[in-house]
């Protein structure tokens, strides 16, 4: 018996519209295939302008689909009435990179939190309640849920955007970039937060980064895209420790270690491989 | 402080909306606050006296003037609201529409709006009148469809600005239906804007239907309004000025009192501050002298017992940076770490003296290639920074201005040293050829946005080596960067600093950064250093315990093997 996999991309394309008038489409995704299993985490690593980004919204239905399909469980999800569209919102959620502005500034956070819960029709009380739960799930103190957003820090509204991704037990979030705006302790007690909700509800991921340090160290299943392809894709420790594609070997020998004499090593190395050569 | 504090303290604005509230009040209570009937002429009395019962006294035809003020007041803000209601109805919620959804709606509105903003309003009302008839009402009503696309517009904009707002996306996919994400995320933040544009289209409406009323062609005679009282005073200008004087005031302070509020609610409500107004008049404090018992000071930087503070709303200072003793010595890196918020750029800024308005050096000493630096006049300072201290800055994109070229940009502070057009152009060239660009006049030639973001940066590491500088500071200069770009702009700098001698400060909260370009490093939390030494010595064996969790959270090294 074949199980089909929790998210399922086959082939997918997508165009943004060229600017001006009968320009020509550009395109960002060029047939890309992914699987994301249930309870696992797939991180998604490649640079600015690679279409990482895309490949997320496009599964959160926040930009068409050229062509190619996306299945949640076996049920395609790649062209579905803003209805139908809504109904979905209980088993995918999302964790954007920017906590500032991923919560509405003018409205207090157990607002923003039982939104989601208004969504699945529950009533006041109860998603109150809720929202003292998700709180305190994330480490927050339930009295956060009168305060606005500006009144916590960088790391905290990132803990908010969690709860909120949260509330109604989703079976799989996509993480576009969610601790790269955060500072390096924090970066890593909101990962480890990430890893614990999984451990405890099966909760799988889409993890979207551009640092593959953080990639690695979260994924199970990584995938490094460039230019809207997929280049490489295995294991975690297969892909950072023994990757396939030059382009995978010259994005992890350019980024920095923090000892100075591997560094050296590896700073060498990367001007062995890739003199010359212009991102 | 919440924005209904702040209008309370804006003496300007509560006066208005007592004024207003006097009014509206005023109107209201008419038949109440006299027994007068503002349409009975006694021709006995006309150009009467005020006396008992009558405060104002009489106009040309014996009629009481304070209860054709007050009865006035009923039509003339009457008509002010209608005009206002309608243009509300039509403009707030088509904008609305026309900005979330976009597409056709929007075309086919904001053509249609164009349409309706280039029409002259006072013709229109003039030939609208000449059809209907003297109908003040009606008139009102067209007045509102002409205001409308100020509302259309206003919301319109805002609207198409958040539309892209992250908190919206993540509104859809919990699951909202669209009017909900309208009602709940939308409308919160058009409403200040919108109040204010009310305030601000009743005074035009007041204004605008009062001057109807005074060319005769608003109301038939028989309905009391300020500007018919107006007109009417006007025919005996000579003879009674004060007939003119109530309804002039009367109209005059209202609508005085309508753009008062409407600019008190902006400030309240936009938080535009007026406090630091009376600060600066302030003379700066003193300079707390730096202890130079330490360690010998350094030839090209030299920082001792540093301090940065911060004026606050009420006056009073807080100090954000404290006792900080920092060295570069030519040709050497020294990068200086810590999360946001540690202190890290204001010690930077204040090196390169471009503390923001409110910041300033509160105590110690800077000396950049042994001049001392803090209470430098502008002059020096200016001098000081085109050929000793140059800065990297961590956003390249937004540090070019958009609508010029990068050659612009780059030739006209090479000229303002004296260099004539074509030699600046050329040195231009030769330092965008020593920051590895090899098509030079290519991207002399190209305006920001049609270059990537590793290009910006190393332009404007060219731009900062155009005065032959020995102290480079780069805040956070790859930060912005994706790592292969970061890979050569990090090479690039190392270069750079190899053939010139430079010296550097790097601000960068990346570890790695510091362990591939710096010599010597500089931990910062809450404003003070707490802990320096050689880049090996420090990350390899952190003394102090917040360095330590510092490099605790580097997470797991890649296994990669640097050979093959």
Same mark, same amino acid.
């Given at each position: #018996?074949?199980?089909?996999?929790?998210?399922?991309?086959?082939?997918?394309?997508?165009?943004?519209?060229?600017?001006?008038?009968?320009?020509?489409?550009?395109?960002?995704?060029?047939?890309?295939?992914?699987?994301?299993?249930?309870?696992?985490?797939?991180?998604?690593?490649?640079?600015?302008?690679?279409?990482?980004?895309?490949?997320?919204?496009?599964?959160?239905?926040?930009?068409?689909?050229?062509?190619?399909?996306?299945?949640?469980?076996?049920?395609?999800?790649?062209?579905?009435?803003?209805?139908?569209?809504?109904?979905?919102?209980? =088993?995918?959620?999302?964790? +954007?990179? =920017?906590?500032?502005?991923?919560?509405?500034?003018?409205?207090?956070?157990?607002?923003?939190?039982?939104?989601?819960?208004?969504?699945?029709?529950?009533?006041?009380?109860?998603?109150?309640?809720?929202?003292?739960?998700?709180?305190?799930?994330?480490?927050?103190?339930?009295?956060? #849920?009168?305060?606005?957003?500006?009144? +916590?820090?960088?790391?905290?509204?990132?803990?908010?955007?969690?709860?909120?991704?949260?509330?109604?037990?989703?079976?799989?979030?996509?993480?576009?970039?969610?601790?790269?705006?955060? =500072?390096?302790?924090?970066?890593?007690?909101?990962? =480890?937060?990430?890893?614990?909700?999984?451990?405890?509800?099966?909760?799988?991921?889409? +993890?979207?980064?551009?640092?593959?340090?953080?990639?690695?160290?979260?994924?199970?299943?990584?995938?490094?895209?460039?230019?809207?392809?997929?280049?490489?894709?295995?294991?975690?420790?297969?892909?950072?420790?023994?990757?396939?594609?030059?382009?995978?070997?010259?994005?992890?020998?350019?980024?920095?270690?923090?000892?100075?004499?591997?560094?050296?090593?590896?700073?060498?190395?990367?001007?062995?491989? +890739?003199?010359?050569?212009?991102? | 402080?919440?924005?209904?504090?702040?209008?309370?303290?804006?003496?300007?604005?509560?006066?208005?909306?007592?004024?207003?509230?006097?009014?509206?009040?005023?109107?209201?209570?008419?038949?109440?606050?006299?027994?007068?009937?503002?349409?009975?002429?006694?021709?006995?009395?006309?150009?009467?006296?005020?006396?008992?019962?009558?405060?104002? /006294?009489?106009?040309?035809?014996?009629?009481?003037?304070?209860?054709?003020?007050?009865?006035?007041?009923?039509?003339?803000?009457?008509?002010?609201?209608?005009?206002?209601?309608?243009?509300?109805?039509?403009?707030?919620?088509?904008?609305?529409?026309?900005?979330?959804?976009?597409?056709?709606? %929007?075309?086919?509105?904001?053509?249609?709006?164009?349409?309706?903003?280039?029409?002259? !309003?006072?013709?229109?009302?003039?030939?609208?009148?000449?059809?209907?008839?003297?109908?003040?009402?009606?008139?009102?009503?067209?007045?509102?469809?002409?205001?409308?696309?100020?509302?259309?517009?206003?919301?319109?904009?805002?609207?198409?600005?958040?539309?892209?707002?992250?908190?919206?996306?993540?509104?859809?996919?919990?699951?909202?239906?669209?009017?909900?994400?309208?009602?709940?995320?939308?409308?919160?933040?058009?409403?200040?804007?919108?109040?204010?544009?009310?305030?601000?289209?009743?005074?035009? !409406?007041?204004?605008?239907?009062?001057?109807?009323?005074?060319?005769?062609?608003?109301?038939?005679?028989?309905?009391?309004?300020?500007?018919?009282?107006?007109?009417?005073?006007?025919?005996?200008?000579?003879?009674?000025?004060?007939?003119?004087?109530?309804?002039?005031?009367?109209?005059?302070?209202?609508?005085?009192?309508?753009?008062?509020?409407?600019?008190?609610?902006?400030?309240?409500?936009?938080?535009?501050?007026?406090?630091?107004?009376?600060?600066?008049?302030?003379?700066?404090?003193?300079?707390?002298?730096?202890?130079?018992?330490?360690?010998?000071?350094?030839?090209?930087?030299?920082?001792?017992?540093?301090?940065?503070?911060?004026?606050?709303?009420?006056?009073?200072?807080?100090?954000?940076?404290?006792?900080?003793?920092?060295?570069?010595?030519?040709?050497?890196?020294?990068?200086?770490?810590?999360?946001?918020?540690?202190?890290?750029?204001?010690?930077?800024?204040?090196?390169?003296?471009?503390?923001?308005? /409110?910041?300033?050096?509160?105590?110690?000493?800077?000396? *950049?290639?042994?001049?001392?630096?803090?209470?430098?006049?502008?002059? %020096?300072?200016?001098?000081?920074?085109?050929?000793?201290?140059?800065?990297?800055?961590?956003?390249?994109?937004?540090?070019?201005?958009?609508?010029?070229?990068?050659?612009?940009?780059?030739?006209?502070?090479?000229?303002?040293?004296?260099?004539?057009?074509?030699?600046?152009?050329?040195?231009?060239? %030769?330092?965008?050829?020593? *920051?590895?660009?090899?098509?030079?006049?290519?991207?002399?030639?190209?305006?920001?946005?049609?270059?990537?973001?590793?290009?910006?940066?190393?332009?404007?590491?060219? !731009?900062?080596?155009?005065?032959?500088?020995?102290?480079?500071?780069?805040?956070?200069?790859?930060?912005?960067? %994706?790592?292969?770009?970061?890979?050569?702009?990090?090479?690039?700098?190392?270069?750079?600093?190899?053939?010139?001698?430079?010296?550097?400060?790097?601000?960068?909260?990346?570890?790695?950064?510091?362990?591939?370009?710096?010599?010597?490093?500089?931990?910062?939390?809450?404003?003070?250093?707490?802990?320096?030494?050689?880049?090996?010595?420090?990350? /390899?064996?952190?003394?102090?315990?917040?360095?330590?969790?510092? *490099?605790?959270? *580097?997470?797991?090294?890649?296994?990669?093997?640097?050979?093959?």
């Amino acid at each position: #018996m074949t199980t089909s996999p929790l998210l399922r991309l086959d082939r997918v394309r997508v165009n943004f519209p060229g600017k001006g008038w009968r320009a020509a489409p550009t395109e960002v995704l060029k047939g890309v295939d992914l699987v994301v299993e249930a309870g696992q985490t797939h991180g998604l690593v490649g640079e600015s302008g690679s279409g990482k980004t895309t490949i997320g919204r496009a599964v959160l239905g926040l930009v068409p689909v050229a062509a190619g399909t996306i299945h949640l469980d076996g049920s395609p999800i790649h062209a579905l009435t803003s209805r139908r569209r809504r109904a979905l919102s209980r =088993d995918l959620q999302v964790i +954007f990179q =920017d906590p500032y502005t991923s919560l509405n500034p003018a409205r207090p956070v157990g607002d923003t939190l039982a939104e989601p819960l208004y969504g699945q029709g529950q009533r006041p009380r109860e998603a109150r309640q809720r929202v003292a739960g998700l709180l305190e799930r994330v480490g927050l103190p339930a009295g956060a #849920m009168d305060r606005l957003p500006r009144e +916590f820090s960088g790391g905290q509204r990132q803990r908010i955007a969690i709860a909120r991704a949260l509330a109604i037990g989703p079976r799989l979030i996509v993480c576009d970039e969610p601790v790269s705006a955060l =500072d390096l302790t924090t970066q890593r007690t909101v990962l =480890d937060l990430l890893q614990e909700i999984q451990r405890d509800t099966g909760v799988a991921y889409l +993890f979207i980064s551009h640092d593959l340090a953080v990639v690695r160290h979260i994924s199970h299943v990584v995938s490094v895209i460039r230019h809207g392809e997929i280049v490489e894709s295995g294991t975690a420790e297969q892909v950072t420790a023994e990757p396939k594609h030059p382009y995978t070997r010259r994005l992890l020998l350019s980024a920095p270690v923090a000892d100075p004499q591997r560094q050296r090593l590896r700073r060498a190395a990367y001007e062995r491989e +890739f003199a010359g050569e212009r991102s | 402080m919440n924005a209904w504090h702040r209008f309370l303290r804006n003496p300007l604005g509560v006066l208005s909306a007592l004024v207003l509230l006097v009014v509206i009040g005023a109107a209201l209570a008419a038949p109440l606050l006299t027994d007068a009937r503002p349409d009975a002429a006694v021709l006995r009395d006309a150009f009467g006296a005020a006396r008992d019962g009558h405060p104002l /006294g009489f106009d040309s035809a014996g009629r009481d003037i304070f209860s054709r003020l007050v009865h006035g007041a009923r039509n003339t803000l009457g008509g002010a609201v209608l005009a206002l209601a309608v243009a509300v109805a039509l403009g707030i919620p088509a904008g609305l529409l026309a900005g979330y959804a976009g597409r056709w709606f %929007d075309a086919v509105s904001s053509w249609l709006v164009n349409l309706v903003m280039a029409l002259p !309003a006072m013709i229109v009302l003039l030939a609208s009148r000449a059809v209907l008839g003297p109908t003040v009402w009606a008139l009102m009503i067209i007045l509102g469809v002409l205001a409308a696309p100020s509302f259309f517009r206003l919301v319109r904009g805002i609207v198409v600005n958040v539309r892209g707002e992250l908190y919206l996306d993540a509104a859809r996919v919990a699951g909202l239906p669209a009017w909900r994400i309208i009602t709940r995320h939308v409308l919160v933040v058009v409403r200040a804007p919108i109040i204010i544009q009310l305030a601000l289209v009743a005074g035009v !409406a007041l204004g605008l239907q009062a001057g109807l009323e005074f060319i005769g062609v608003g109301s038939s005679g028989s309905l009391p309004t300020w500007g018919a009282m107006l007109n009417e005073g006007f025919q005996y200008v000579q003879r009674a000025p004060r007939l003119m004087l109530w309804p002039g005031l009367a109209l005059g302070l209202t609508s005085a009192a309508l753009v008062l509020l409407a600019s008190a609610l902006r400030d309240a409500l936009e938080d535009r501050a007026t406090g630091p107004r009376q600060a600066r008049r302030r003379l700066p404090a003193d300079v707390r002298p730096a202890r130079l018992d330490g360690e010998p000071r350094a030839a090209l930087l030299s920082v001792r017992s540093l301090a940065v503070s911060y004026r606050l709303p009420d006056g009073s200072e807080r100090e954000v940076v404290h006792d900080v003793d920092l060295d570069v010595e030519p040709g050497r890196i020294v990068g200086l770490v810590g999360e946001s918020g540690s202190g890290k750029t204001q010690t930077a800024f204040s090196i390169l003296g471009i503390l923001p308005e /409110g910041g300033r050096v509160s105590g110690g000493s800077i000396t *950049v290639d042994g001049t001392e630096v803090v209470g430098l006049g502008a002059r %020096d300072w200016r001098r000081l920074r085109t050929s000793v201290v140059a800065y990297v800055p961590q956003e390249p994109m937004s540090n070019l201005d958009p609508s010029f070229t990068i050659g612009s940009q780059l030739i006209e502070p090479i000229r303002a040293a004296g260099v004539s057009r074509a030699a600046a152009r050329q040195r231009a060239a %030769d330092l965008l050829r020593a *920051v590895e660009i090899r098509d030079p006049d290519r991207v002399l030639r190209s305006y920001p946005h049609q270059i990537s973001g590793g290009m910006a940066q190393r332009v404007l590491i060219a !731009a900062a080596m155009a005065g032959d500088p020995r102290l480079l500071i780069a805040d956070e200069p790859t930060t912005a960067l %994706d790592v292969t770009v970061q890979a050569e702009i990090l090479a690039l700098l190392r270069r750079l600093q190899r053939e010139r001698g430079l010296g550097v400060l790097l601000v960068t909260h990346n570890l790695g950064v510091v362990a591939d370009l710096c010599d010597t490093v500089a931990v910062m939390r809450q404003g003070r250093i707490v802990e320096t030494g050689p880049v090996a010595e420090v990350l /390899g064996a952190p003394r102090h315990d917040y360095t330590r969790s510092l *490099v605790d959270a *580097v997470l797991d090294e890649l296994p990669l093997t640097e050979s093959r």
